[in-house]
C-alpha cells in the first residue's frame, strides 16, 4: 500500500491494485484535481460520508483470494465503509486494512487492527496515538498534522518506549505502509 498525503483531508491511496481518492475537493491550493484523480477507481468525498456503515467492534477484513478464484479474475476491489463520522475503513484483497481517522479517536474496534495501518489526521496527535496504543497495537501508525504536534508525539513515544510503529507523513510524499 502506498499512501500519499497531500494536506488537509486529501489522500491518494494504492491498494490492492487500485487508487482510492479521499477528499479531492478539499485538496490544498496548488494540488490540481485531475492530476490527482486521474487514474482513479475509487472516489471518496467528505471523508466518507455516505459510504457504508461497518461496526469496527465485528468488522473483520475480507479473506485472502484463493488462487483458484484469483486465476477467474474474480480477486475482488477495494471496499471502503463508514465506522463513524471521520473514520474511514479501507479493505483491499491481500492487503492490510487502512484505517483513516479525522480529529477523532479510533472507535472500538476487533481484532483485526493488530494487522492493520491507522493513520491519525488532524489535531492532539499526542493525545490520540497515546489512546490508540492503550486500546491496540496496530501494525503501524501514521501521523498526518502540524510539524511540532508530530515531533511532541515521536519526542513522547520515545519517553514511553511504547513499541509502537510510527511514521511521519509529508504533504505530497508518498510513503509505503
Keep these: 500500500m502506498k499512501l500519499t498525503w497531500f494536506g488537509n ?3 491518494r491511496i494504492h491498494i490492492g491494485g487500485q487508487i482510492a481518492i479521499i477528499d479531492a475537493d478539499n485538496a490544498p491550493d496548488g494540488v490540481e484535481s485531475r492530476e490527482l484523480t486521474s487514474g482513479a477507481d475509487l472516489l471518496i468525498p467528505d471523508f466518507g460520508r ?10 473483520t477484513p ?14 475482488g476491489h477495494v471496499e471502503a465503509h463508514s465506522a ?18 479525522l480529529d477523532r479517536d479510533a472507535p472500538p474496534f476487533g481484532r483485526w487492527t493488530e494487522q492493520a495501518v491507522v493513520v491519525l489526521l488532524g489535531t492532539r496527535l499526542r493525545e490520540r496515538t497515546e489512546r490508540l496504543q492503550d486500546a491496540a497495537r496496530p501494525k503501524l501508525v501514521a501521523l498526518a498534522g502540524e510539524g511540532w504536534e508530530i515531533e511532541a508525539t515521536f519526542e513522547y513515544l520515545v519517553g514511553q518506549r511504547s513499541g509502537i510503529s510510527l511514521i511521519a507523513l509529508e504533504p505530497a510524499l508518498a510513503v509505503e505502509a
Design 50 to 59: 455516505g459510504l457504508s456503515p461497518i461496526e469496527p467492534s465485528i468488522w
Design 84 to 101: 463513524g463520522e471521520g473514520c474511514i475503513v479501507v479493505d483491499a484483497p491481500d492487503e492490510a486494512p487502512l484505517m483513516l481517522l
Design 62 to 75: 475480507r479473506k485472502p483470494v484463493r488462487l483458484l478464484d484469483a486465476l477467474d479474475g474474480t480477486e
Design 9 to 11: 483531508s486529501t489522500f
